[in-house]
């Protein structure tokens, strides 16, 4: 049975960012709550094309009407900040899940790519992070043997 308030849709984006998105977007949103960080929900009543309209507001963060359908925002990975999560977005990467599905050297390779500017700083970031350490404490050992899998040219 349907809760009588709406259908929930999960977003990887803060209630205040959410907010702004939709705003005066209208087509049965009803609510719009916090999820915990970086991630809030949507209460509405969208069906159709309309609810289609409303999961492209958020195609390009992730969204989901369960909420373990929802992997963490890539904001969320540790030593990530808004400007590397910026990158990895523009590059398909939006999710922990996305990463750990395409590894920190392919990930690192897309971006670079993409943005030509990007530093090993960002590879450093993206191999520490998926194991939630902070990337200074890579070791040599490590930091050569990524060095080299992006030298090879590893795809996973």
Known sequence: MPDPNGHKLFVNLGASQTRRRLKGFGHGVRKILSAGKNR?????????????????QFADVGCAESERELSEPIE???????????KLRSVGVLSRADLERLGPVTA?????????????NLLWTLAAGVDDQ?????????????????RDGELL
Do not use: C, M
Not at 40 to 56: D, W
């Open 108 to 120: 690192y390779r897309l971006v670079r790519d993409a943005h030509p500017e990007v530093t090993l």
């Open 40 to 56: 809030s929900y949507v209460i509405h009543t969208a069906t159709g094309r309309h609810l289609e309209s409303l999961k492209a």
């Open 134 to 150: 902070d990337w200074r404490e890579l070791s040599e050992a490590t930091k050569q043997s990524l060095q080299s899998r992006l």
């Open 76 to 86: 969320n990975l540790r030593n990530v900040g808004p400007t590397s999560a910026e």
